[in-house]
């Protein structure tokens, strides 16, 4: 495990990547848990398996594939993160965030984040959609900031801001994709968690009280190393499970997968109607 890694090192993954890249990819895409069935909308892809990049941190959970992808996605050159690392897998935060790093130095400025996410706002259901509009950085909070280390300036300022994490613009063409759809688009708070332990109901009675919508144990490193070298980000949460504040009902990985199967359509046509009106001038 590497606590942090150098420009050098980022470079010799981007490296990698661009000896195999046939086109410039313009959107970075993340695909979370259960989700990476979106790849398969990749046309002609260009496949880069994550052991084929140095330093890249390699999945090690059911329902991540573990490759990135290359090509045209509805039209847009995309680079395809099939399957994300987390801090949980026993990551450094550096080695969870280098994908985003490695897609801004490929030239890459707008990013897409998915994830699967547990509800804590009770009107939220399995299978529904939210939009990301601002996140709890719990772990950052608590130590584990992405940004922490030496600053690598060449990406941005050491004290960066994060008032506006998730790109306002990205987020109307979101909803106004979802709303031409007819597909129910939530919209609120992420709290990132380190995980793998789901949530005990004292810790999600915690999370709701202080502001959380959805919980889950990944994107906000992301979004936060997005935010400080200037990438825009849209960043939408499948609903896979109603978190359990009662302590009556279990959560499992199995039904987070399971779910997946609901939410991939819908975040399909979301993405592709945003991905569309991208490249309208
Ligand atoms: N908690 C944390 N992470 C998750 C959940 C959850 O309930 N569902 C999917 N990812």
């Known amino acids: 495990m590497r606590e942090f890694l150098t420009l050098a090192e980022i470079d010799q993954a981007v490296q990698a990547v661009r000896a195999k890249l046939t ?7 993340v695909l979370g848990s259960g989700l990476g069935g979106l790849a398969e909308r990749v046309e002609n892809p260009v496949v880069i398996p994550y052991d ?3 330093f890249w941190p390699q999945s090690t959970v059911p329902g991540h594939v573990g490759r990135l992808l290359c090509g045209s996605l509805f039209g847009a050159q995309v680079l395809v993160q099939q399957g994300r690392a987390h801090f949980y897998e026993g990551y450094s935060m550096a080695e969870v965030t280098l994908p985003v790093r490695v897609m801004k130095r490929l030239g890459i400025d707008t990013l897409i984040l998915t994830n ?3 509800a804590i706002n009770p009107a939220y259901q399995p299978g529904e959609v939210m939009l990301i509009t601002d996140h709890i950085s719990l772990v950052g909070m608590t130590g584990f900031n992405p940004l922490r280390g030496p600053n690598l300036d060449e990406f941005g300022p050491r004290f960066p801001d994060m008032s506006q994490v998730y790109d306002r613009g990205l987020a109307e063409l979101a909803r106004t994709a979802a709303a031409g759809a007819g597909i129910r688009l939530h919209e609120g708070v992420y709290c ?7 949530e005990s109901p004292a810790d ?3 999370l709701r009280v202080i502001g959380a919508d959805a919980v889950g ?9 997005a935010r400080h070298s200037g990438m825009r980000t849209l960043g939408l949460s ?7 504040l009662d302590g009556n009902t279990l959560t499992t990985h199995e039904e987070v997968l399971e779910a997946g199967k609901m939410i991939v359509p819908k975040l399909e046509t979301i993405i592709e109607r945003v991905l569309r009106r991208l490249q309208v001038p």
């Open 204 to 206: 999600l009675r915690f």
């Open 217 to 225: 144990m990944s994107t906000v490193p992301e979004a936060i190393v």
């Open 52 to 54: 084929a990049i140095p």
């Open 192 to 198: 990132g968690l380190s995980g793998p332990s789901f």
């Open 238 to 244: 499948g609903i896979s499970n109603k978190a359990n």
């Open 23 to 29: 086109a410039q990819p313009t959107v970075g895409l």
């Open 116 to 118: 699967a996410a547990g």
